[in-house]
């Protein structure tokens, strides 16, 4: 068994007050966060995507094992190919697989079984969670608490595109096997999530939708 190895944890001198502010701010800035299904195909530089995916790869995971990867995705065909799949599912799930109610909370989304989006959007990131490692000689390592980890991880990934000024929408069609054929991914990981990355349209619109109070969702004792 491996011993523990410890570092002094690197620390920022906030005071306060900025502490504050800061809190206020990052809570300003994600009000504005929005669902987007209207994308440009304007580029977005490589560079800034690889900053957020390291970003969301300092997000905490059982054992530190980071049960997740992030397949970013920005061939033309393969993008074709993967929402050819998605809307076969989609069509399916909306023509027979969804109950009655839940078609009627999609309804005010205005949400159907087209995605144009994902042929449109210069990236599709498709996240993956590994329920068990591999060592180079082969042997299995069992990861935990994997769903928690690589959602934690893509909500940072999510923050982070918002932050640097780029927009996404989280789609998950519904069985995703799919992705692990198309991007060749190992038996051992799992499609999590589609995450699709870029700019807005110029005449994007979204939903009118309003945001629980924070009485609504949470509790102070």
């Known amino acids: 068994m491996a011993e523990p190895r410890f570092m002094l944890l690197p620390r920022r001198t906030v005071g306060p007050d900025d502490i504050s ?4 701010d990052f809570r300003e800035l994600m009000a ?13 530089d490589r560079h800034v995507i690889e900053q957020c995916l390291l970003a969301a790869g300092s997000a ?15 061939d033309t065909a393969i993008k074709r190919r993967i929402r050819e799949a998605a809307e076969a599912e989609e069509r399916e799930f909306y023509s027979h697989r969804a109950p009655q109610e839940w078609l009627d909370a ?12 994902l042929a449109i959007a210069p990236y599709l990131i498709a996240i993956f969670s590994q329920s ?4 180079p000689d082969g042997r299995k390592v069992k990861n935990y608490y994997v769903q928690e980890s690589v959602g934690i991880a893509t909500g940072m990934l999510i923050a982070a595109l918002h932050y640097a000024g780029l927009v996404s929408l989280t789609h998950t069609p519904s069985p995703m096997g799919f992705l692990n054929q198309i991007l060749d991914r190992p038996a051992n990981e799992r499609p999590f999530l589609l995450l699709v990355v870029g ?17 609504e969702i949470a509790s102070f004792r």
């Open 32 to 44: 504005t966060r929005r669902t987007v299904r209207h994308f440009s195909d304007a580029p977005v």
């Open 106 to 117: 999609l309804a005010p989304l205005g949400t159907d079984a087209d995605k144009p989006f």
């Open 21 to 24: 502010v800061r809190a206020r």
């Open 199 to 215: 700019h807005p349209a110029d005449d994007a619109r979204v939903p009118a939708i309003s945001r629980k109070e924070l009485a």
């Open 60 to 74: 905490p995971s059982g054992a530190n094992l980071r049960p997740w990867h992030f397949a970013v995705v920005t």
């Open 132 to 135: 068990y490692g591999l060592l």
